[in-house]
């Protein structure tokens, strides 16, 4: 499940190794206050779900996980792989999301526009490839981000790879459009063999995610490759302030559980 859910959104640092350090925050100018000691040489990446973009139903953002997290799990995971794809594909597809924050489009537009190479990192259930209506979920990620001002294409001289390692559940991690697909891998090893095949050492890596077990498993790549990091842990502050109505929620996923429809928040709240 991509939907995270941490409420860790003080500023801090910390170093563990002469060559790490790590930062928590939940303001975004202050990720970018960060990001500006980049080199050009080096390699920035983003997560993306609650990172860059985050759906708009508020059962399914950061603040509602207790609530989501055991539904969904009850609702995708019993199933065969097969039925949790076709089940999932007919979900997703009809998930709306936006931009966390505006300010971090005008961010990355600005780090592109100075030269830094910038990828994305996503875990993205369930991974590349066809997805019950969805014939291809990496297409379908690269125009959910490029239609709401993000595009990573081009970053680096590779344009799409396919991971050389083995097959789980049917997926192999792909990098397509500047944008990595770690599933059904931990981000770290994908992004360690993605580096080994496009023969690249960034001079350091750069890594934005909500979840502390994204940054401390790429922190544990680079520690074994000797490349000096910078692991930031961002969930924007906005998101402890949000509210939403359980029983609410619960209902639009009893709905979509019977009928593979999701309602949004507004159509919800008119039928129940």
Excluded at 20 to 35: A, K, M, N, P, S
Excluded at 207 to 233: C, E, H, L, T
Excluded at 247 to 258: A, K, N, P, T, V
């Amino acid at each position: 499940m991509f939907f995270r859910y941490f409420l860790v959104l003080c500023c801090a640092c910390f170093s563990l190794h002469a060559d790490e350090v790590f930062h928590r925050t939940g303001d975004i100018e202050e990720v970018f206050q960060i990001l500006s000691e980049a080199d050009s040489q080096d390699l920035i990446i983003f997560d993306v779900d609650e990172v860059l973009i985050v759906p708009k139903d508020k059962i399914l953002r950061p603040n509602a996980g207790r609530v989501c997290y055991p539904v969904f799990d009850r609702l995708f995971f019993p199933t065969s792989d097969e039925e949790k794809t076709e089940l999932f594909g007919h979900w997703i597809h009809q998930i709306e999301v936006e931009v966390v924050h505006p300010k971090i489009v005008e961010g990355i537009w600005d780090l592109q526009e100075k030269g830094h190479k910038i990828i994305t990192l996503t875990l993205m259930l369930p991974g590349p490839g066809p997805c019950g209506p969805i014939g291809s979920m990496e297409d379908f990620r690269f125009h959910e981000l490029k239609e709401r001002g993000f595009d990573f294409s081009g970053s680096l001289e590779v344009e799409s790879l396919k991971l050389s390692l083995d097959p789980k559940h049917g997926r192999v991690p792909l990098f397509k459009n500047g944008i990595l697909f770690s599933y059904p891998y931990p981000k770290g090893p994908s992004l360690g063999t993605f580096l080994e095949q496009i023969d690249f050492v960034p001079s350091k890596i750069w890594f934005v995610d909500n979840d502390q077990r994204n940054v401390d498993s790429v922190a544990k790549m680079a520690q074994a490759k000797n490349i000096p990091y910078v692991g930031i842990r961002y969930l924007d502050q906005k998101f402890e302030q949000e509210d939403f109505d359980e029983e609410i929620g619960l209902f639009q996923y009893d709905h979509f559980e019977r009928t593979k429809i999701w309602l949004d928040d507004a159509s919800a709240q008119e039928r129940k």
